[in-house]
């Protein structure tokens, strides 16, 4: 397995320097603006909540990596509540059509926060529990690297001792790795040679896919009114036209 942990490391140190990352680590920016990508994110942090619940875990675990996995996925699954509830805290519910929201979802300025839920489901279909480990450990170190960036700009926002997903707890928790899971089982895994070049094409792909869903997220925060927290629900009206 290290060798593939070598390859998530690079590229979560890469990812660190994304400008969304730099974006919310940004102190000039007021929190209320960093924060505000967070509509955009709802597509993949509740499609992620799927894919711990339908896709990771497997109701009968025949090996202790399966285990492992299933821990993760139990606890991983129930974190999009947070997520709800800081979108209500932020302010992020407003009177809306069950169409906008719809379009909101499904419009083309949003594709590439359906093609990184869609590309991790797809990845770990019909896949042994040591390569989902790996999609675990990918997908953990990049949103580590996000969670961490966006903690930093919730201390600064008026409402911060509210807020749960985006909080210092729900960080506590993510340790950037199988969650439940200790760190040298994880690096014990033995993953066969034959399915190394996948697992390395699916680290590159995770980071790939999220490095695009990242910029994708930039430009449509900015993109915002800046005179509205609710820029995103303008869009939403716009893309239903």
Avoid at 174 to 194: Q, Y
Wanted: glycine content about 4%; hydrophobic content about 40%; some cysteine.
């Amino acid at each position: 397995m290290q060798p593939i942990l070598d390859v998530i490391q690079r590229r979560r140190s890469a990812f660190d320097q994304h400008p969304f990352i730099r974006f919310l680590r940004d102190e000039g920016i007021p929190a209320q603006q960093r924060l505000a990508y967070a509509p955009y994110a709802s597509h993949f942090v509740l499609t992620f909540a799927d894919f711990n619940r339908e896709f990771l875990r497997e109701d009968e675990p025949e090996t202790s990596r399966q285990e492992m996995v299933n821990r993760h996925a139990d606890e991983d699954a129930t974190h999009y509540a947070w997520f709800l509830h800081d979108l209500d805290v932020l302010g992020f519910n407003p009177q809306c059509r069950f169409t906008d929201a719809l379009a909101f979802l499904w419009s083309d300025l949003g594709k590439h926060a359906r093609a990184m839920g869609h590309f991790v489901i797809a990845a770990t279909r019909d896949t042994s529990a040591p390569m989902r480990l790996v999609i675990i450990e990918a997908l953990e170190a990049q949103g580590n690297v996000w969670l961490t960036a966006t903690v930093q700009a919730a201390r600064s926002h008026p409402d911060r001792d509210k807020l749960r997903y985006f909080s210092q707890s729900h960080l506590d928790r993510e340790t950037g790795h199988a969650i439940g899971s200790d760190v040298d089982e994880i690096h014990a895994t033995v993953l066969p040679t034959e399915l190394r070049a996948r697992a390395e094409t699916l680290v590159h792909g995770i980071f790939d896919h999220t490095e695009a869903f990242c910029a994708e997220i930039l430009r449509r925060t900015q993109s915002a009114s800046a005179s509205t927290m609710f820029g995103f629900a303008g869009e939403a009206a716009r893309t239903a036209r």
